[in-house]
C-alpha cells in the first residue's frame, strides 16, 4: 500500500498510452475550464452585474484606498476569506470544505507535474509528487463524501434521502467520481490486475470528461466566482460604499436568537 502511494500511476500508463497523448489530455481539460467559464459568464450575465454593481457602489465611496491598503485587504482576503472558506462560517460545513478544496488543488497540480515533469521514457520519478496525488484524491474524498451524505443542505435541511440527485450535484459528483476512479486505478494497476486497472481508468477518464465538459452546467466555477465576490465586498466595506447598504446602526443588536435559537429541520 505505501509502495503504492509512493508510484506515479501515468508512468506506469505510459507503457501503453504515450506521454504526449496525456499532456493533451491535460491542456485539454484547462481549454475546457476557460470555454465553460466564459460561456457561462456570458449566458448568465453575472460578470456583467458584478462590475456594474461594483461600478455603481463606487460612486457611493466615503474614502480613497491608497495602493498599499488596497494591497492588505487583498493579502487577507486571500488567506482568511479564500484560503479558509470564511463564509462558511465555523464548523463541519466549513471542515469539508476546506479538505475537498485543499484535496482538489493538490490533485490537480500533482496529476500536471507528474504528467509532464515525470513521465516517460528517461524521466526521473518522483515519489513526493506521487504521494501527493493520493493524498489530494484522499482528501478530496473524505471532505466530499462528508458533504454528500450529511451536510448538503438538501439533506441535511430539507430531509431528501442522500441518493436523490439533482442538476446541482453534478459538480461535487463528478469531482467524487474523478478521485474514487483515479484511486481504484492507481491501486489495480499498481497490484497488476490489467481488466480491472482498464475498467477504472475508463471511469476515470469519463468522470474528468464530465467534470470538465460539464462546468457550463456545474457549480464548477464557483472557485473563480466566490474569490471574486469577497475581494469586492471587503474593498466596498474597506472605502464605505458597502455594496449600497446602510452602515451597521451603533446600539448593540437585539433580534433575540432569531434563526440561530434552532437548526432549520422543519419537516
Ligand atoms: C479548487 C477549489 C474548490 C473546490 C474543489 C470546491 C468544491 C466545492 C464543492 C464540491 C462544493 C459543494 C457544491 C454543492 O454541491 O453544493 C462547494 C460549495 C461551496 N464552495 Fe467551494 N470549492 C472550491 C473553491 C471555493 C472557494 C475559493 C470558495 C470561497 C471563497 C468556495 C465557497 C464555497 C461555498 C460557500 C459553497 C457552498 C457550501 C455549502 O453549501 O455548504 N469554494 N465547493
Redesign the pocket.
Known amino acids: 500500500m505505501g509502495k503504492m502511494l509512493n508510484t506515479n500511476p501515468f508512468s506506469l500508463l505510459a507503457e501503453i498510452v504515450s506521454p504526449f497523448a496525456m499532456q493533451s489530455f491535460l491542456i485539454a481539460m484547462i481549454v475546457l475550464i476557460v470555454l465553460g467559464t466564459i460561456i457561462q459568464m456570458i449566458h448568465h450575465k453575472n460578470i456583467i452585474y458584478f462590475f456594474n454593481n461594483a461600478k455603481k457602489a463606487k460612486l457611493q465611496a466615503t474614502r480613497e484606498i491608497g495602493v498599499a491598503e488596497k494591497a492588505s485587504i487583498l493579502a487577507k482576503t486571500t488567506i482568511v476569506?479564500?484560503g479558509t472558506?470564511?463564509?462558511?462560517g465555523f464548523g463541519k460545513?466549513r471542515l469539508?470544505?476546506v479538505l475537498?478544496?485543499?484535496?482538489?488543488?493538490i490533485f490537480?497540480v500533482s496529476s500536471v507535474v507528474l504528467v509532464f515533469c515525470y513521465t516517460g521514457a528517461g524521466k526521473s520519478s518522483s515519489s513526493m509528487w506521487s504521494m501527493l496525488w493520493h493524498v489530494g484524491a484522499i482528501l478530496?474524498c473524505v471532505?466530499?463524501y462528508w458533504?454528500?451524505f450529511f451536510?448538503?443542505?438538501d439533506v441535511s435541511a430539507e430531509a431528501h434521502p442522500w441518493y436523490r440527485i439533482i442538476k446541482?450535484?453534478l459538480?461535487?459528483l463528478a469531482?467524487?467520481a474523478c478521485s474514487t476512479f483515479g484511486l481504484a486505478w492507481s491501486y489495480t494497476q499498481f497490484n497488476g490486475q490489467a481488466g480491472l486497472s482498464f475498467l477504472f481508468l475508463t471511469l476515470f477518464v469519463a468522470s474528468n470528461l464530465i467534470l470538465f465538459g460539464g462546468v457550463y452546467w456545474s457549480?464548477f466555477a464557483?472557485?473563480f466566482y466566490?474569490?471574486g465576490?469577497?475581494i469586492q465586498k471587503n474593498l466596498a466595506e474597506a472605502d464605505g460604499s458597502r455594496d449600497n447598504l446602510p452602515p451597521p446602526a451603533d446600539a448593540p443588536e437585539q433580534f433575540g436568537l432569531g434563526i440561530k435559537r434552532e437548526e432549520p429541520k422543519h419537516y
Open positions: 476569506d479564500i472558506t470564511s463564509e462558511l460545513r469539508s470544505h475537498g478544496m485543499y484535496g482538489t488543488i490537480w478530496t471532505g466530499g458533504f454528500w451536510l448538503r443542505v446541482a450535484d459538480f461535487v469531482l467524487l457549480k464557483h472557485m466566490k474569490p465576490a469577497a
